[in-house]
């Protein structure tokens, strides 16, 4: 009986339980491996837990979508009928994101169709590179780039301006905003700090000017949004 029902299930779904077993834990433990390394490589503010979590649960699903379909045309075309109904509204904050998406959809291809091989390899390569991209920090125009946001008392002198310019190789203004009460701007600068200023020594120095308050220095190399 037990033969017979394993003999049924194969001519349906093309695989044997052990497959599917088997192609299962492969599309889990290679999604684990991706989610791992979008979570070390992550940089910037749009760190999500719910989007590690869904590297996973993408990698497996896929790979249960490839062994449901298998080489029938007509599973193929139903679930494309029964994904059309699904939309998806949420918005994917950083670009990198998506490329994650899809190489977690290849891995579940690879490992729901059996192709362990390309699977494995597949995870191992573009983790590589997502590593070695993280490493070097490719990309990025310059190393010290911050965003410094503070309160200036129209009243006092702009001696600022002075002592930005000294500490800084490059600096922008970005954004200007009166107060409430009309007695304060608020201001919001594009920096590059010289390679011999230190991060702390330059906040702590600039608090102390005459007519500055809440000082807030933001690393801007991610692409934060201001």
């Known amino acids: ?32 491996f991706i989610a791992y390394t979008y979570k070390k490589t992550h940089q910037g503010l749009s760190y999500s837990q719910s989007f590690v979590l869904t590297i996973i649960f993408v990698t497996i699903i896929i790979g249960f979508v490839m062994m449901v379909i298998g080489n029938s045309l007509a599973r193929a075309f139903a679930l494309v009928g029964a994904l059309s109904i ?17 190489m977690a959809l290849a891995v579940g291809m690879g490992a729901g169709t059996g192709n362990y091989f390309i699977a494995v390899f597949a995870t191992i390569f573009m983790s590589g590179i997502a590593w070695i991209l993280y490493k070097f920090n490719f990309g990025v125009q310059r190393a010290s780039d911050f965003i410094l946001r503070f309160y200036f008392d129209k009243t006092k002198k702009d001696s600022y301006v002075n002592y930005i310019n000294e500490h800084s ?10 107060s409430g009460d009309g007695k304060k701007l608020y201001m919001t600068y594009d920096i590059s700090l010289k390679e011999d200023v230190e991060m702390n020594d330059f906040i ?6 005459d007519g500055i308050s809440e000082v807030v220095l933001v690393s801007a190399k991610n692409d934060i949004t201001y």
Not at 10 to 23: A, C, I, K, Q, W
Not at 169 to 178: D, I, K, V
Not at 204 to 209: A, V
């Open 169 to 178: 190789e490059n600096n922008a203004l970005l954004h200007m905003e009166p």
């Open 1 to 32: 009986m037990e033969n017979k029902l394993v003999e049924a299930m194969s001519g349906v779904f093309n695989y044997t339980p052990m497959e599917v077993v088997l192609n299962s834990l492969v599309a889990f433990v290679l999604g684990m």
């Open 204 to 209: 702590s120095g600039f608090s102390k000017i």
């Open 86 to 102: 699904i939309r998806f509204r949420t918005v994917v904050k950083d670009t990198k994101d998506t490329a994650y998406v899809f």
